[in-house]
């Protein structure tokens, strides 16, 4: 049976070219629009269509000249445009091994407690050597100082420090390792794994949810969560993510709004 490196729907979506979408949001507007004698019949349920629209949306990963020795893009053919694809940005590989190198989002992809009450993000492990997977996932508190950012000034660090939270997965652990402020805080264990042996495999899913009514984060795996990332959250964050040993290979599979801030204004009460 055929493998899809990424979920069905993703591929379903992302070949249904800007045209098709902008033409099904001008014909419902004519259709429910035509007969109205004011503004205020204006239909609001279309408003859910144009929202899903305009954020359909991946993230990109920006590899700045001084990591560009560690980092590259790699094709990512989705939507049938090979390298040049909408989404070309999102996968990234390590060229070189032994370093972490932290490689942040374009700035263009901060979550924000202001738009956002929920908001969520997924890698998905597209290549790597056995036994030679070690990366870490997490977020950077926004907005970033030049001054006084070591990942900006030096991207050879771990992440993981002040004002970060990271995940630390290996191929040798059962379990991710949860680090903030330079210090490891707890282990997350990895329930059913997908391989008898034990080890993460090609096409895992690992997510990050923000919470910000909880003022939490979460982990998810392969679209379950299984624990508590961080129980205090910044008000704005970038993910960003360190690449440890060579030829590893990872995609932004999802990200998305779970909630948006004025629908549970909306609910409230309800």
Not at 29 to 38: C, I, Q, S
Not at 231 to 252: E, G, N, Q, T, W
Request: glycine share 4%.
């Amino acid at each position: 049976s055929h493998v899809f490196p990424l979920p069905v729907s993703y591929y379903i979506m992302s070949t249904c070219l800007d045209s098709r979408r902008q033409l099904m949001i001008s014909g419902y507007t004519r259709m429910h629009t035509k007969n109205l004698h004011t503004l205020h019949q204006y239909p609001s349920d279309i408003n859910r269509v144009i929202q899903l629209y305009l954020v359909f949306e991946m993230l990109e990963w920006d590899i700045a000249p001084e990591i560009a020795n560690k980092y590259r893009f790699v094709d990512n053919d989705i939507d049938g445009n090979g390298a040049n694809s909408k989404f070309a940005l999102n996968r990234i590989q390590s060229i070189s091994g032994h370093k972490n190198v932290v490689c942040i989002a374009k700035e263009d992809y901060v979550v924000s407690s202001a738009t956002h009450n929920r908001f969520y993000f997924e890698v998905q492990l597209i290549d790597f050597k056995s036994f030679s997977l070690d990366l870490i996932l997490g977020y950077i508190e926004y907005p970033l100082q030049l001054a006084t950012n070591k990942h900006l000034r030096n991207p050879r660090r771990f992440l993981g420090g002040k004002g970060e939270h990271s995940l630390y997965i290996s191929s040798f652990n059962h379990f991710f390792e949860v680090y903030s402020n330079s210090t490891r805080l707890r282990s997350v264990m990895i329930p059913q794994k997908r391989s008898s042996s034990g080890e993460l495999r090609k096409y895992d899913r690992i997510g990050i949810e923000f919470n910000f009514i909880k003022d939490k984060s979460f982990i998810h795996y392969n679209g379950n969560c299984i624990g508590v990332m961080a129980y205090k959250l910044p008000r704005m964050m970038i993910p960003a993510i360190s690449l440890y040993h060579k030829d590893i290979a990872v995609a932004c599979s999802q990200w998305k709004v779970i909630e948006y801030r004025h629908d549970q204004r909306s609910t409230k009460g309800s």
